[in-house]
């Protein structure tokens, strides 16, 4: 999957989206660092290939960016 979902859904008036991942990826983890920044890791591709990357994304920000 490649897209991203809130859980739970924001309550109306109060707009949240966050951008969908650059590729597909399943079995990920997703972490929440100091409250502002969320963490995709790990996971596999489409062809069952294990990744070894993570991504982050901050509210504000229009994409994820790799995470060294």
């Given at each position: 999957?490649?897209?991203?979902?809130?859980?739970?859904?924001?309550?109306p008036?109060?707009?949240?989206s966050i951008?969908?991942?650059?590729?597909?990826?399943?079995?990920?983890t997703?972490s929440?660092?100091?409250?502002?920044?969320?963490?995709?890791?790990?996971?596999f591709?489409?062809?069952?290939?294990?990744?070894?990357?993570?991504?982050?994304?901050?509210?504000?920000?229009?994409?994820?960016?790799p995470?060294?």
């Amino acid at each position: 999957m490649s897209s991203a979902e809130l859980f739970p859904r924001p309550l109306p008036g109060h707009p949240c989206s966050i951008p969908d991942l650059p590729d597909r990826r399943s079995d990920h983890t997703l972490s929440l660092i100091s409250g502002e920044r969320l963490v995709v890791c790990g996971g596999f591709d489409e062809s069952l290939s294990i990744l070894d990357s993570c991504l982050s994304w901050v509210d504000g920000n229009a994409s994820w960016t790799p995470l060294y």
